[in-house]
């Protein structure tokens, strides 16, 4: 009976033990997966500052330059067609007051998306081609 009673505080010893192991085991795991998440999180801060360091030392400072100038005459486009909005819906009067509002309001959102889309686009297209010459270089330099 003792030897009963002694193995199965023997039993549920490893039990326990197995319980705490598992325990131990599972916590490892959470940790792994959450330093795992955390260092693609890490990995983010770093793709930002890279793409940061390649604009400030870009190839095409001029071409880059250019582009701000072309989204900001889209965005005084947008403002000078949200005046012509304003205007035409407060001194307009009957159907072209309704068409001139609606149009212009058309135009002033076309002009602003298209001056963010194509400054978006324009800067993409540079820091690609900044991102290739460095890629070659360094090709180059491996070999």
Partial sequence: MQ????EQAAASHTKTT???AAAAALAAAERRQSSTVSSSM???PNVHAFAARLRSESLYPTFRNLVQV???LFVALAV???IGTLVMVFKGGG???????????FMTLLFLVMSKLGREMSLMLVDLSDAAVRIAANQEKQD
């Avoid at 159907?95 to 309001?105: E, F, I, N, S």
């Fill in 3 to 6: 030897a009963r009673a002694a």
């Fill in 18 to 20: 197995s319980g705490y």
């Fill in 42 to 44: 890490d990995i983010e």
């Fill in 70 to 72: 072309i989204y900001w």
């Fill in 80 to 82: 000078i067609a949200a």
């Fill in 95 to 105: 159907v072209g007051r309704l068409l001139g509002g609606l149009g212009g309001l």
